[in-house]
Protein backbone atom coordinates (compact mmCIF):
# COMPACT_ATOMS: atom_id res chain seq x y z
CA UNK A 1 0.00 0.00 0.00
CA UNK A 2 1.28 3.01 -1.04
CA UNK A 3 -0.47 6.77 0.33
CA UNK A 4 0.31 9.97 -1.54
CA UNK A 5 1.43 12.41 1.36
CA UNK A 6 0.33 16.06 0.03
CA UNK A 7 3.36 17.77 1.17
CA UNK A 8 6.14 14.77 0.56
CA UNK A 9 4.46 12.80 -2.19
CA UNK A 10 4.06 9.27 -2.64
CA UNK A 11 4.98 6.80 0.37
CA UNK A 12 5.37 3.57 1.49
CA UNK A 13 2.52 3.01 4.22
CA UNK A 14 5.11 1.58 6.67
CA UNK A 15 5.88 5.40 6.17
CA UNK A 16 3.05 6.73 8.29
CA UNK A 17 0.89 5.35 11.14
CA UNK A 18 -2.58 4.52 11.60
CA UNK A 19 -4.62 6.25 14.43
CA UNK A 20 -8.05 5.06 13.13
CA UNK A 21 -11.53 6.53 12.56
CA UNK A 22 -11.29 10.66 10.83
CA UNK A 23 -14.12 13.48 11.84
CA UNK A 24 -14.44 12.17 14.98
CA UNK A 25 -15.92 15.05 17.12
CA UNK A 26 -14.61 15.78 21.15
CA UNK A 27 -18.51 16.23 22.76
CA UNK A 28 -19.12 18.97 25.08
CA UNK A 29 -17.96 17.85 28.60
CA UNK A 30 -20.68 20.31 30.15
CA UNK A 31 -23.66 18.70 27.24
CA UNK A 32 -26.22 17.21 29.42
CA UNK A 33 -25.83 13.67 27.33
CA UNK A 34 -21.81 13.78 27.98
CA UNK A 35 -21.60 10.61 30.15
CA UNK A 36 -23.36 8.60 26.51
CA UNK A 37 -21.64 11.10 24.45
CA UNK A 38 -17.96 10.13 25.23
CA UNK A 39 -18.81 6.56 25.38
CA UNK A 40 -19.71 7.11 21.79
CA UNK A 41 -16.56 9.23 20.86
CA UNK A 42 -13.99 6.70 22.90
CA UNK A 43 -15.44 3.30 22.18
CA UNK A 44 -18.47 3.27 19.52
CA UNK A 45 -17.15 3.04 15.73
CA UNK A 46 -18.72 2.93 11.86
CA UNK A 47 -16.57 -0.08 10.91
CA UNK A 48 -17.75 0.10 7.35
CA UNK A 49 -17.03 -2.23 4.44
CA UNK A 50 -16.42 0.23 1.96
CA UNK A 51 -14.86 3.69 1.60
CA UNK A 52 -13.90 5.10 4.90
CA UNK A 53 -12.06 8.21 6.27
CA UNK A 54 -9.11 7.92 8.48
CA UNK A 55 -6.62 9.46 10.01
CA UNK A 56 -2.71 8.74 9.41
CA UNK A 57 0.65 10.50 10.57
CA UNK A 58 3.31 10.81 8.44
CA UNK A 59 5.37 9.78 11.66
CA UNK A 60 8.61 9.21 9.40
CA UNK A 61 8.13 11.76 6.85
CA UNK A 62 6.80 15.37 7.00
CA UNK A 63 5.02 14.43 10.40
CA UNK A 64 1.87 15.82 8.68
CA UNK A 65 -1.69 14.48 9.66
CA UNK A 66 -3.81 13.48 7.23
CA UNK A 67 -6.73 12.12 6.01
CA UNK A 68 -7.06 9.16 4.01
CA UNK A 69 -10.10 7.76 2.03
CA UNK A 70 -9.23 4.52 1.66
CA UNK A 71 -11.63 1.46 0.80
CA UNK A 72 -11.46 -1.32 3.27
CA UNK A 73 -12.34 -4.00 1.34
CA UNK A 74 -9.85 -3.66 -1.14
CA UNK A 75 -7.20 -0.83 0.36
CA UNK A 76 -7.66 1.37 -2.77
CA UNK A 77 -6.83 5.08 -1.58
CA UNK A 78 -8.96 7.12 -3.37
CA UNK A 79 -8.06 10.82 -1.83
CA UNK A 80 -5.74 12.01 0.57
CA UNK A 81 -5.46 15.79 2.28
CA UNK A 82 -3.91 17.84 4.93
CA UNK A 83 -5.67 17.31 8.15
CA UNK A 84 -5.82 20.41 9.53
CA UNK A 85 -8.20 22.96 7.22
CA UNK A 86 -5.08 25.58 7.62
CA UNK A 87 -2.88 23.27 5.42
CA UNK A 88 -6.08 22.32 3.38
CA UNK A 89 -6.42 25.73 2.74
CA UNK A 90 -2.73 26.57 1.67
CA UNK A 91 -2.48 23.86 0.28
CA UNK A 92 -5.07 25.14 -3.06
CA UNK B 1 -21.63 -43.44 12.70
CA UNK B 2 -19.42 -43.42 15.94
CA UNK B 3 -15.99 -43.26 14.76
CA UNK B 4 -13.85 -45.54 16.85
CA UNK B 5 -11.43 -48.18 15.66
CA UNK B 6 -14.03 -50.56 14.74
CA UNK B 7 -15.31 -48.11 12.28
CA UNK B 8 -11.97 -48.07 11.22
CA UNK B 9 -11.19 -51.39 10.93
CA UNK B 10 -14.75 -52.09 9.05
CA UNK B 11 -13.80 -49.26 5.95
CA UNK B 12 -10.49 -50.78 5.87
CA UNK B 13 -12.32 -54.18 4.72
CA UNK B 14 -14.12 -52.33 2.62
CA UNK B 15 -11.84 -49.86 0.56
CA UNK B 16 -12.97 -46.75 2.99
CA UNK B 17 -15.94 -46.83 0.40
CA UNK B 18 -18.97 -46.72 2.83
CA UNK B 19 -18.08 -43.31 5.08
CA UNK B 20 -20.96 -41.51 5.16
CA UNK B 21 -20.76 -37.35 4.76
CA UNK B 22 -20.03 -35.81 8.29
CA UNK B 23 -23.14 -33.74 8.26
CA UNK B 24 -26.59 -33.09 5.94
CA UNK B 25 -27.04 -30.31 3.19
CA UNK B 26 -30.44 -29.49 4.36
CA UNK B 27 -33.23 -27.21 3.36
CA UNK B 28 -34.03 -24.23 5.57
CA UNK B 29 -37.30 -24.42 7.51
CA UNK B 30 -39.42 -21.98 7.27
CA UNK B 31 -39.20 -21.29 11.28
CA UNK B 32 -36.56 -21.87 13.95
CA UNK B 33 -36.52 -22.01 17.88
CA UNK B 34 -32.76 -20.34 17.13
CA UNK B 35 -30.48 -19.46 14.62
CA UNK B 36 -26.92 -18.66 14.83
CA UNK B 37 -25.47 -16.47 12.34
CA UNK B 38 -22.09 -17.91 11.85
CA UNK B 39 -20.95 -21.05 11.03
CA UNK B 40 -17.17 -20.44 12.36
CA UNK B 41 -15.94 -22.51 15.85
CA UNK B 42 -18.15 -19.99 17.98
CA UNK B 43 -21.33 -20.49 16.29
CA UNK B 44 -20.81 -23.97 15.73
CA UNK B 45 -20.27 -24.82 19.13
CA UNK B 46 -22.64 -22.58 20.50
CA UNK B 47 -25.12 -25.01 18.30
CA UNK B 48 -23.55 -28.35 19.51
CA UNK B 49 -23.70 -27.44 23.52
CA UNK B 50 -27.14 -25.94 22.99
CA UNK B 51 -28.34 -29.04 21.31
CA UNK B 52 -26.21 -31.38 23.72
CA UNK B 53 -26.15 -29.59 27.15
CA UNK B 54 -29.91 -28.07 26.44
CA UNK B 55 -31.30 -30.61 25.22
CA UNK B 56 -32.52 -28.11 22.26
CA UNK B 57 -33.08 -28.86 18.73
CA UNK B 58 -34.74 -26.71 16.55
CA UNK B 59 -31.99 -24.72 15.79
CA UNK B 60 -29.94 -23.38 12.45
CA UNK B 61 -26.45 -22.41 11.97
CA UNK B 62 -26.65 -20.22 9.15
CA UNK B 63 -23.43 -19.55 7.19
CA UNK B 64 -22.90 -17.34 4.17
CA UNK B 65 -19.58 -19.22 2.94
CA UNK B 66 -18.63 -22.79 3.86
CA UNK B 67 -18.00 -24.03 7.14
CA UNK B 68 -14.54 -23.46 8.36
CA UNK B 69 -14.35 -20.82 5.34
CA UNK B 70 -13.46 -18.37 8.19
CA UNK B 71 -10.98 -17.26 10.58
CA UNK B 72 -11.60 -21.07 12.35
CA UNK B 73 -9.76 -22.40 9.80
CA UNK B 74 -7.23 -19.58 9.10
CA UNK B 75 -5.86 -19.37 12.78
CA UNK B 76 -2.29 -20.70 14.27
CA UNK B 77 -4.10 -22.65 16.03
CA UNK B 78 -2.70 -21.60 19.62
CA UNK B 79 -4.45 -22.34 22.68
CA UNK B 80 -4.08 -21.36 25.83
CA UNK B 81 -5.06 -19.77 28.72
CA UNK B 82 -2.55 -17.59 30.59
CA UNK B 83 -3.89 -14.40 30.80
CA UNK B 84 -3.79 -11.85 33.68
CA UNK B 85 -6.86 -10.30 34.14
CA UNK B 86 -9.45 -11.52 36.69
CA UNK B 87 -12.25 -11.40 34.37
CA UNK B 88 -10.55 -13.10 31.54
CA UNK B 89 -8.71 -15.71 33.35
CA UNK B 90 -11.38 -17.68 34.83
CA UNK B 91 -13.24 -18.04 31.21
CA UNK B 92 -10.41 -18.75 29.11
CA UNK B 93 -8.85 -21.89 32.13
CA UNK B 94 -12.76 -22.89 32.18
CA UNK B 95 -12.22 -23.25 27.88
CA UNK B 96 -9.31 -25.07 27.94
CA UNK B 97 -10.44 -27.66 30.65
CA UNK B 98 -13.11 -28.15 27.96
CA UNK B 99 -10.19 -28.66 25.30
CA UNK B 100 -9.02 -31.60 27.22
CA UNK B 101 -12.31 -33.45 26.77
CA UNK B 102 -13.44 -32.36 23.73
CA UNK B 103 -12.27 -35.25 21.57
CA UNK B 104 -14.23 -37.77 23.85
CA UNK B 105 -16.98 -35.46 23.66
CA UNK B 106 -17.50 -34.71 20.54
CA UNK B 107 -16.28 -38.27 19.39
CA UNK B 108 -13.69 -36.39 16.49
CA UNK B 109 -9.94 -36.11 16.08
CA UNK B 110 -8.94 -32.71 16.66
CA UNK B 111 -5.36 -33.80 17.38
CA UNK B 112 -5.59 -31.58 20.70
CA UNK B 113 -1.66 -31.20 21.46
CA UNK B 114 -0.61 -30.07 24.82
CA UNK B 115 2.88 -29.29 24.00
CA UNK B 116 3.03 -26.33 26.05
CA UNK B 117 3.69 -22.43 25.17
CA UNK B 118 6.71 -21.06 25.97
CA UNK B 119 6.41 -17.38 26.14
CA UNK B 120 9.88 -15.89 26.29
CA UNK B 121 11.45 -12.86 28.05
CA UNK B 122 14.27 -10.57 26.99
CA UNK B 123 14.87 -8.37 29.80
CA UNK B 124 14.42 -7.67 33.65
CA UNK B 125 11.34 -6.01 33.77
CA UNK B 126 9.92 -8.28 31.35
CA UNK B 127 10.93 -11.15 33.56
CA UNK B 128 9.16 -9.18 36.11
CA UNK B 129 6.24 -8.40 34.21
CA UNK B 130 5.63 -12.30 33.50
CA UNK B 131 6.22 -13.45 37.31
CA UNK B 132 3.13 -11.56 37.70
CA UNK B 133 1.43 -12.69 35.15
CA UNK B 134 2.13 -16.08 36.25
CA UNK B 135 1.11 -15.28 39.81
CA UNK B 136 -2.25 -13.84 38.43
CA UNK B 137 -2.78 -17.39 36.70
CA UNK B 138 -1.85 -19.55 40.19
CA UNK B 139 -4.30 -17.34 42.31
CA UNK B 140 -6.40 -18.65 39.99
CA UNK B 141 -5.71 -22.23 40.17
CA UNK B 142 -4.10 -22.52 36.65
CA UNK B 143 -0.33 -23.50 36.76
CA UNK B 144 2.73 -21.61 35.27
CA UNK B 145 5.88 -22.14 35.76
CA UNK B 146 8.88 -19.04 35.23
CA UNK B 147 11.73 -20.44 33.71
CA UNK B 148 15.69 -19.14 33.64
CA UNK B 149 17.59 -19.50 30.49
CA UNK B 150 18.93 -22.76 31.72
CA UNK B 151 15.34 -23.97 31.72
CA UNK B 152 14.36 -22.47 27.98
CA UNK B 153 17.86 -23.64 26.95
CA UNK B 154 16.58 -27.28 27.63
CA UNK B 155 13.74 -27.14 25.91
CA UNK B 156 14.58 -25.10 22.98
CA UNK B 157 18.45 -24.87 22.61
CA UNK B 158 18.37 -23.70 18.93
CA UNK B 159 16.75 -20.40 19.75
CA UNK B 160 19.37 -17.12 19.80
CA UNK B 161 19.99 -16.42 23.18
CA UNK B 162 23.03 -14.08 22.58
CA UNK B 163 20.96 -11.68 20.40
CA UNK B 164 22.26 -8.39 20.62
CA UNK B 165 19.28 -6.35 20.96
CA UNK B 166 17.02 -9.38 22.77
CA UNK B 167 19.10 -11.54 24.38
CA UNK B 168 16.56 -14.61 25.59
CA UNK B 169 17.19 -14.15 29.72
CA UNK B 170 14.09 -17.22 30.08
CA UNK B 171 10.43 -17.96 30.03
CA UNK B 172 6.95 -18.21 31.11
CA UNK B 173 5.71 -21.70 30.65
CA UNK B 174 2.11 -22.96 30.78
CA UNK B 175 3.09 -26.77 29.60
CA UNK B 176 -1.13 -27.47 29.28
CA UNK B 177 -1.11 -25.03 26.81
CA UNK B 178 -0.43 -26.28 23.02
CA UNK B 179 -2.42 -26.82 19.48
CA UNK B 180 -5.21 -28.15 17.46
CA UNK B 181 -6.05 -29.13 14.13
CA UNK B 182 -8.14 -25.40 13.77
CA UNK B 183 -10.69 -26.81 10.35
CA UNK B 184 -11.29 -30.19 12.57
CA UNK B 185 -12.20 -28.66 15.41
CA UNK B 186 -15.03 -26.61 12.74
CA UNK B 187 -15.98 -30.22 11.42
CA UNK B 188 -16.14 -31.95 14.97
CA UNK B 189 -18.41 -29.26 16.11
CA UNK B 190 -20.14 -29.62 12.88
CA UNK B 191 -20.70 -33.37 13.40
CA UNK B 192 -21.82 -33.20 17.18
CA UNK B 193 -24.07 -30.51 16.33
CA UNK B 194 -26.10 -32.01 12.92
CA UNK B 195 -26.07 -35.54 14.80
CA UNK B 196 -28.74 -33.78 17.23
CA UNK B 197 -30.58 -32.19 14.68
CA UNK B 198 -28.94 -28.78 14.17
CA UNK B 199 -29.49 -27.97 10.76
CA UNK B 200 -26.39 -26.42 9.01
CA UNK B 201 -26.98 -23.72 6.43
CA UNK B 202 -24.13 -23.01 4.38
CA UNK B 203 -24.01 -20.86 1.22
CA UNK B 204 -26.62 -18.81 3.62
CA UNK B 205 -26.26 -15.41 3.63
CA UNK B 206 -28.10 -12.99 6.01
CA UNK B 207 -28.83 -9.70 4.70
CA UNK B 208 -30.37 -8.54 7.76
CA UNK B 209 -31.89 -9.35 11.21
CA UNK B 210 -35.56 -8.12 10.93
CA UNK B 211 -36.91 -6.77 14.36
CA UNK B 212 -40.15 -5.51 15.52
CA UNK B 213 -41.33 -4.12 18.79
CA UNK B 214 -37.72 -4.22 19.98
CA UNK B 215 -37.64 -7.77 19.41
CA UNK B 216 -35.82 -10.25 16.47
CA UNK B 217 -38.45 -11.98 14.36
CA UNK B 218 -36.06 -13.77 11.89
CA UNK B 219 -33.28 -13.22 9.20
CA UNK B 220 -33.59 -12.23 5.98
CA UNK B 221 -30.98 -14.11 3.88
CA UNK B 222 -30.50 -15.11 0.20
CA UNK B 223 -32.57 -18.28 0.40
CA UNK B 224 -35.30 -16.15 1.44
CA UNK B 225 -36.94 -15.32 5.38
CA UNK B 226 -36.05 -17.21 7.85
CA UNK B 227 -37.92 -16.66 11.31
CA UNK B 228 -36.75 -17.18 15.00
CA UNK B 229 -37.36 -15.72 18.51
CA UNK B 230 -33.80 -16.31 18.96
CA UNK B 231 -30.74 -15.00 17.29
CA UNK B 232 -27.43 -15.38 17.85
CA UNK B 233 -24.98 -13.23 16.13
CA UNK B 234 -21.08 -15.12 16.26
CA UNK B 235 -20.16 -13.64 12.68
CA UNK B 236 -16.75 -12.55 14.02
CA UNK B 237 -14.96 -10.42 11.77
CA UNK B 238 -17.88 -9.26 10.30
CA UNK B 239 -20.21 -8.58 13.20
CA UNK B 240 -20.80 -4.95 13.20
CA UNK B 241 -21.83 -5.20 9.73
CA UNK B 242 -24.39 -7.71 10.63
CA UNK B 243 -25.00 -6.03 13.96
CA UNK B 244 -25.80 -2.83 11.80
CA UNK B 245 -28.70 -4.16 9.95
CA UNK B 246 -30.23 -4.29 13.12
CA UNK B 247 -29.22 -0.70 14.29
CA UNK B 248 -26.79 -1.90 16.89
CA UNK B 249 -23.27 0.04 17.02
CA UNK B 250 -20.34 -1.96 18.21
CA UNK B 251 -17.12 -0.86 20.13
CA UNK B 252 -15.21 -2.89 17.07
CA UNK B 253 -13.14 -2.72 14.13
CA UNK B 254 -12.09 -5.01 11.86
CA UNK B 255 -8.45 -5.82 10.97
CA UNK B 256 -6.45 -8.52 8.84
CA UNK B 257 -3.70 -10.63 10.86
CA UNK B 258 -1.87 -13.07 8.51
CA UNK B 259 -0.44 -16.36 9.14
CA UNK B 260 2.45 -18.71 7.49
CA UNK B 261 3.23 -21.95 7.01
CA UNK B 262 6.78 -23.22 5.62
CA UNK B 263 7.79 -26.54 3.89
CA UNK B 264 8.15 -29.63 6.15
CA UNK B 265 11.29 -29.73 8.25
CA UNK B 266 12.35 -32.50 10.60
CA UNK B 267 10.76 -32.45 14.11
CA UNK B 268 12.47 -29.13 15.74
CA UNK B 269 9.95 -26.89 17.21
CA UNK B 270 8.56 -29.06 20.29
CA UNK B 271 6.38 -26.28 21.68
CA UNK B 272 4.58 -23.06 20.68
CA UNK B 273 7.33 -20.63 21.21
CA UNK B 274 6.41 -16.86 21.12
CA UNK B 275 8.94 -14.00 21.24
CA UNK B 276 8.76 -10.92 23.59
CA UNK B 277 10.65 -8.61 22.18
CA UNK B 278 7.66 -8.23 19.64
CA UNK B 279 4.77 -9.83 18.95
CA UNK B 280 5.86 -13.37 17.22
CA UNK B 281 4.52 -16.81 17.57
CA UNK B 282 5.68 -20.00 16.55
CA UNK B 283 4.51 -23.74 16.63
CA UNK B 284 5.54 -26.73 14.26
CA UNK B 285 2.56 -28.79 12.75
CA UNK B 286 2.07 -32.53 12.71
CA UNK B 287 3.28 -32.48 9.17
CA UNK B 288 6.62 -31.35 10.00
CA UNK B 289 5.52 -26.97 8.65
CA UNK B 290 6.74 -24.33 10.56
CA UNK B 291 2.96 -22.30 11.30
CA UNK B 292 3.59 -18.69 12.76
CA UNK B 293 2.31 -15.12 12.46
CA UNK B 294 3.08 -11.47 14.79
CA UNK B 295 0.63 -8.36 14.39
CA UNK B 296 -2.03 -7.24 12.89
CA UNK B 297 -1.35 -5.12 9.83
CA UNK B 298 -1.90 -2.00 11.50
CA UNK B 299 -4.98 -0.44 9.64
CA UNK B 300 -9.01 -1.53 9.49
CA UNK B 301 -9.52 -4.06 6.83
CA UNK B 302 -12.13 -6.74 5.57
CA UNK B 303 -9.91 -7.98 2.98
CA UNK B 304 -8.89 -10.92 4.08
CA UNK B 305 -5.41 -10.65 2.84
CA UNK B 306 -2.17 -8.91 3.88
CA UNK B 307 -0.09 -6.85 2.69
CA UNK B 308 3.93 -6.72 2.44
CA UNK B 309 5.02 -4.99 5.24
CA UNK B 310 3.07 -7.23 7.64
CA UNK B 311 5.24 -10.45 6.16
CA UNK B 312 9.08 -8.30 6.53
CA UNK B 313 8.01 -7.39 10.11
CA UNK B 314 7.04 -10.86 10.80
CA UNK B 315 10.08 -12.61 9.58
CA UNK B 316 12.02 -9.94 11.23
CA UNK B 317 10.60 -10.76 14.27
CA UNK B 318 11.33 -15.11 13.49
CA UNK B 319 15.18 -14.00 12.60
CA UNK B 320 15.63 -12.18 15.98
CA UNK B 321 15.12 -15.35 18.00
CA UNK B 322 15.52 -18.09 15.29
CA UNK B 323 17.92 -17.43 13.11
CA UNK B 324 18.36 -20.91 12.21
CA UNK B 325 14.78 -20.88 9.84
CA UNK B 326 16.49 -18.43 7.99
CA UNK B 327 16.89 -20.68 4.61
CA UNK B 328 13.69 -22.64 5.08
CA UNK B 329 11.01 -21.68 2.55
CA UNK B 330 7.59 -20.47 2.77
CA UNK B 331 4.71 -22.19 1.64
CA UNK B 332 1.71 -20.51 1.90
CA UNK B 333 0.64 -17.14 3.63
CA UNK B 334 -2.96 -15.90 4.29
CA UNK B 335 -4.54 -13.38 6.35
CA UNK B 336 -8.09 -13.52 8.43
CA UNK B 337 -10.39 -10.52 9.70
CA UNK B 338 -10.19 -9.92 13.11
CA UNK B 339 -13.36 -8.46 15.31
CA UNK B 340 -10.86 -6.11 17.30
CA UNK B 341 -12.79 -4.94 20.50
CA UNK B 342 -11.94 -1.47 21.86
CA UNK B 343 -10.04 -3.03 25.24
CA UNK B 344 -9.05 -5.70 23.73
CA UNK B 345 -10.83 -8.58 24.97
CA UNK B 346 -14.50 -10.63 24.17
CA UNK B 347 -18.29 -10.02 24.64
CA UNK B 348 -20.79 -12.88 25.18
CA UNK B 349 -23.77 -10.38 26.24
CA UNK B 350 -27.63 -9.38 25.40
CA UNK B 351 -28.22 -6.91 23.54
CA UNK B 352 -31.01 -4.17 23.97
CA UNK B 353 -33.11 -5.91 21.54
CA UNK B 354 -35.14 -9.11 22.71
CA UNK B 355 -33.85 -12.10 21.17
CA UNK B 356 -30.83 -11.04 20.11
CA UNK B 357 -27.79 -11.80 21.38
CA UNK B 358 -23.84 -11.17 20.86
CA UNK B 359 -20.93 -13.30 20.77
CA UNK B 360 -17.67 -10.78 19.24
CA UNK B 361 -14.65 -8.97 19.91
CA UNK B 362 -12.63 -11.87 20.01
CA UNK B 363 -9.70 -10.41 18.74
CA UNK B 364 -6.33 -12.66 18.12
CA UNK B 365 -7.40 -14.90 20.80
CA UNK B 366 -11.19 -16.95 19.97
CA UNK B 367 -9.56 -19.94 18.77
CA UNK B 368 -8.71 -21.29 22.01
CA UNK B 369 -12.00 -19.48 23.48
CA UNK B 370 -13.98 -21.78 21.08
CA UNK B 371 -15.34 -24.72 23.08
CA UNK B 372 -15.91 -22.17 26.23
CA UNK B 373 -17.13 -19.17 24.18
CA UNK B 374 -19.67 -21.87 22.94
CA UNK B 375 -20.19 -23.41 26.29
CA UNK B 376 -21.12 -19.92 27.53
CA UNK B 377 -23.23 -18.58 24.78
CA UNK B 378 -25.15 -21.45 24.81
CA UNK B 379 -26.15 -21.01 28.43
CA UNK B 380 -27.05 -17.51 27.91
CA UNK B 381 -29.36 -18.28 24.94
CA UNK B 382 -31.15 -20.66 26.51
CA UNK B 383 -31.20 -19.68 29.69
CA UNK B 384 -31.09 -15.59 29.98
CA UNK B 385 -29.05 -15.94 32.15
CA UNK B 386 -25.35 -14.90 31.78
CA UNK B 387 -22.49 -17.95 32.47
CA UNK B 388 -20.36 -17.53 35.72
CA UNK B 389 -17.72 -17.68 33.64
CA UNK B 390 -18.59 -15.41 31.13
CA UNK B 391 -19.90 -12.54 33.85
CA UNK B 392 -17.39 -10.17 32.75
CA UNK B 393 -17.36 -10.01 28.95
CA UNK B 394 -20.30 -7.80 28.72
CA UNK B 395 -21.12 -5.20 26.51
CA UNK B 396 -21.60 -2.55 28.52
CA UNK B 397 -18.27 -2.38 30.47
CA UNK B 398 -16.77 0.18 28.04
CA UNK B 399 -19.92 2.59 29.83
CA UNK B 400 -19.31 1.89 33.40
CA UNK B 401 -15.35 1.69 33.18
CA UNK B 402 -14.88 -1.76 33.65
CA UNK B 403 -12.95 -2.63 30.35
CA UNK B 404 -10.44 -5.77 30.58
CA UNK B 405 -7.37 -4.20 28.43
CA UNK B 406 -4.46 -7.38 29.28
CA UNK B 407 -2.53 -5.05 26.93
CA UNK B 408 -2.98 -1.47 28.71
CA UNK B 409 -3.09 -0.17 25.65
CA UNK B 410 -6.20 2.06 25.66
CA UNK B 411 -9.16 2.35 23.44
CA UNK B 412 -6.89 1.68 20.28
CA UNK B 413 -7.57 -1.65 18.97
CA UNK B 414 -4.68 -1.95 16.39
CA UNK B 415 -2.37 -2.49 19.53
CA UNK B 416 -4.33 -4.81 21.62
C1 LIG C 1 -4.15 -15.46 11.01
C2 LIG C 1 -4.89 -15.70 12.28
C3 LIG C 1 -4.24 -16.30 13.36
C4 LIG C 1 -4.92 -16.53 14.57
N1 LIG C 1 -4.28 -17.22 15.56
C5 LIG C 1 -4.95 -17.58 16.68
C6 LIG C 1 -4.34 -18.40 17.66
O1 LIG C 1 -3.20 -18.86 17.49
N2 LIG C 1 -5.02 -18.69 18.79
C7 LIG C 1 -6.28 -18.23 18.99
O2 LIG C 1 -6.84 -18.50 20.04
N3 LIG C 1 -6.92 -17.47 18.06
C8 LIG C 1 -6.28 -17.14 16.90
N4 LIG C 1 -6.91 -16.38 15.94
C9 LIG C 1 -8.27 -15.84 16.21
C10 LIG C 1 -9.38 -16.83 15.94
O3 LIG C 1 -9.15 -17.54 14.76
C11 LIG C 1 -10.72 -16.08 15.84
O4 LIG C 1 -10.86 -15.20 16.95
C12 LIG C 1 -11.90 -17.03 15.86
O5 LIG C 1 -11.75 -18.04 14.91
C13 LIG C 1 -13.18 -16.24 15.60
O6 LIG C 1 -14.36 -17.00 15.84
P1 LIG C 1 -15.03 -17.97 14.74
O7 LIG C 1 -14.24 -19.22 14.66
O8 LIG C 1 -16.44 -18.15 15.10
O9 LIG C 1 -14.86 -17.07 13.45
P2 LIG C 1 -15.07 -17.39 11.84
O10 LIG C 1 -14.53 -18.76 11.57
O11 LIG C 1 -14.55 -16.26 11.14
O12 LIG C 1 -16.63 -17.50 11.81
C14 LIG C 1 -17.50 -16.43 11.51
C15 LIG C 1 -18.36 -16.88 10.37
O13 LIG C 1 -19.43 -15.97 10.16
C16 LIG C 1 -19.74 -15.99 8.80
N5 LIG C 1 -20.52 -14.81 8.45
C17 LIG C 1 -20.11 -13.52 8.41
N6 LIG C 1 -21.11 -12.71 8.00
C18 LIG C 1 -22.17 -13.51 7.78
C19 LIG C 1 -23.50 -13.27 7.34
N7 LIG C 1 -23.93 -12.02 7.04
N8 LIG C 1 -24.35 -14.32 7.21
C20 LIG C 1 -23.92 -15.57 7.51
N9 LIG C 1 -22.68 -15.87 7.92
C21 LIG C 1 -21.82 -14.83 8.06
C22 LIG C 1 -18.37 -16.03 8.13
O14 LIG C 1 -18.47 -16.50 6.80
C23 LIG C 1 -17.61 -16.98 9.04
O15 LIG C 1 -17.59 -18.30 8.59
C24 LIG C 1 -6.27 -16.13 14.71
C25 LIG C 1 -6.91 -15.54 13.63
C26 LIG C 1 -6.25 -15.33 12.42
C27 LIG C 1 -6.97 -14.73 11.26
ZN1 LIG D 1 4.63 13.77 4.35
Redesign the pocket.
Known amino acids: MRIKCPYCGERDSQELSFLGQADLVRPDPDGTDAQQAFHDYVHIRPNPAGVNRELWLHAHGCRSWIIVERNTLTHAISSVEYASPRFREKAQ | MKYSIFSLIHQAFRQQQDWKPAWREPEPKREYDIII???????LATAYYLAKEHGLRNIAV????Y?????????????RSNYQEPGNIPFYEWSLKLWEGLEQDFNYNAMMSQRGVLNLYHSDSQRDEYARRGNAMMMHGVKADLLDRDGVRALVPFLDFENGRFPIQGGLLQKRGGTAR?DAV?WGFARGADSRGVDILQN????QIRVENGRTIGVE?NRGFIAAKKIGL?????TT??AETAGLRLPIESYV???FVTEAIKPLIPCVVTFGGGHF?ISQSDKGGLVF?ASLDGYTSYAARGNLPGVEDTIEEAMAIMPGISRVRLLRH?????DMSMDGSPIIDKTHIDGLYLNCG?????????PGSGWCFAHLIATNETHPNAKALRLDRFATGHVIDESGTGAQPNLH
Open positions: IGGGGHGVEKGIGGGSVGRNTTIVHATEVKTAAAGNRVLQAYGWGGIMWCYGGFKAT
